[in-house]
């Protein structure tokens, strides 16, 4: 299997064969205090919130083709977005990686390592901005078949050959707090029902450049402590589907045929009152 995962090196190569799009997801200081020479900062990526009904849905794609599309992509290209680190923006580069196999888009790759890893290679940074030469590419309406919305989800919760995976950080997986964005921020805290929780830091570990994915064994191995194996249907969800996708990218690299995120997350599920959830500790510890 053709790896999503690309190294500095290999970037550069394909850079300057003028066969890549490069996507900083990064806020725009740290773009404009330096960043991969030609590449385009598009921090929206991370900072979107979407929601998961059907005009939510619309709304995310037609928002995310065209900003792609301005990006310079256009069917042709290999889109390779990056973040600071794998494990320094809450998996956005991932969730970038997400949205445009969303969008079914054909050559996706994520700069594994981040501008960390670009960096320790020592190969050269830029502060110049530039402007793309806008293209454009079709959506494969099929792709959207790894997106989840509520009753997706809801549906999960009774089906016994699933597995809904919650990768959130430990206070929002035992009930403590209800976001990244503060322990209040969304009405409720707790769990979707039936849920099991491998914290999204466990797919990677420690290199000399950072934390990288785990490899293929590595990761079936995390998956296997909540029964998921390469045939398992899992159920992402996280707060707003960042920390999902950097699962999502290193399930689908570990060969985990049937994946899907509910890209609505926590952060649409515990403002519904009417959808149900677990509180307190897990488990009834």
Known sequence: MDSALITPTDLKTLSDADLAVIIDTRDPESFAAGHIPGAVNMHDIFTFLATSDASGMAALKEKFAAEFGAAGLDGEKTAVIYEAAMDG?????????YLLSFLGYPKVKVLHGGFAAWTADDLPVSTTAVTPTPAGFEIVEAAGAIMMDAADMK?????????ILDVRDIDEWIGTSSSPY???FCPRKGRIPGAVWIEWYRMMKPSAHGKMMKSREEVLAECAT???TPDTPVKLYCFKGARASNTFLALKEAGIKDVAIYF???????????LPIEEGLPFGA
């Not at 549906?155 to 597995?163: L, R, S, T, Y």
């Open 89 to 97: 923006g809450f998996g956005q580069s991932c969730r970038g990686f």
């Open 155 to 163: 549906a999960a919760i009774g089906d016994p050959e699933a597995v």
């Open 182 to 184: 503060g322990v209040d």
């Open 226 to 228: 909540v029964g998921i």
């Open 264 to 274: 609505g997350s926590w952060n649409e599920w515990s403002r519904d009152m009417s």
